[in-house]
């Protein structure tokens, strides 16, 4: 079976832009969550969703959105980047929505923002 | 009270020798601590978790020690090998946990020298 897939793989965008991220998850999965990983810094908690609905956010300004597809798949989005924005940015996808389902990472996007 | 401290920040093993990753947290609600293996231009990977209700799990040369009272867990690694060289993040979450699902330490570098 195909793992998380995520796109794209790297992105740089200017200041004040807006970026968009894809995450397919592993068939059979409802929950994705979304995560921002800094360098040198472990993940940071975006976003939970589980069948289309959000079930957690974390400490993010409104600038970050995210949304899930009846397919499961979920799109993460950030309006009026900041040069603190750039990080990697993780997706995961577990079956259910219990905090201890079972994650699994995507590779992740890199974004860079000048 | 939602942070995880992770230590060492890195560390360097002789190829046999056993590694150690020490975390410690200070939210009592936390039920559930996983630990997470990641490579370079991978995301993070399970390795193994446990709950609060034991004290010590062992999956093949990776034990998870847990102290409840000192509210401290740790990762064991036996035989460390070449290809144990990686970063790893514990983790801690709680059921009741919405708006910060799980939270990640920052990291500890290993490397286990050939």
């Known amino acids: 079976d195909a793992g998380v897939t995520q796109s794209p793989t790297h992105l740089i965008k200017t200041r004040g832009q807006h970026v968009t991220l894809r995450c397919s998850p592993i068939?059979?999965?409802?929950?994705v969550s979304w995560y921002q990983q800094v360098l040198g810094q472990g993940p940071q908690f975006i976003f939970q969703?589980?069948?289309?609905?959000?079930?957690g956010r974390g400490n993010f300004p409104d600038r970050f959105s995210a949304r899930q597809f009846p397919n499961y798949s979920s799109e993460l989005n950030v309006n009026a980047l900041l040069l603190g924005d750039s990080a990697l940015y993780l997706c995961?996808?577990?079956?259910?929505?219990?905090?201890?389902?079972?994650?699994?990472f995507g590779p992740g996007t890199r974004l860079t923002v000048l | 009270q939602q942070q995880v401290k992770q230590s060492p920040q890195s560390l360097i093993v002789q190829k046999g020798g056993i590694s150690i990753i020490n975390c410690a947290y200070e939210?009592?609600?936390?039920?559930?601590f996983p630990w997470y293996q990641q490579f370079p231009g991978k995301g993070p990977a399970l390795l193994i978790a446990?709950?609060?209700?034991?004290s010590e799990k062992k999956e093949g040369r990776f034990t998870i020690s847990f102290n409840k009272s000192a509210k401290q867990f740790s990762l064991h690694i036996m035989d460390s090998q070449p290809g144990d060289s990686a970063t790893y993040f514990c983790a801690a979450s709680a059921a009741s946990n919405r708006d910060d699902k799980i939270i990640f330490g920052k990291g500890t570098r290993l490397h286990i020298l050939p």
């Open positions: 995961a996808s577990s079956r259910g929505q219990r905090h201890t389902d079972t994650q699994y």
């Open positions: 068939s059979g999965h409802k929950s």
């Open positions: 939210n009592t609600a936390f039920d559930y």
């Open positions: 969703y589980y069948e289309k609905e959000e079930r």
């Open positions: 446990i709950r609060p209700d034991v």
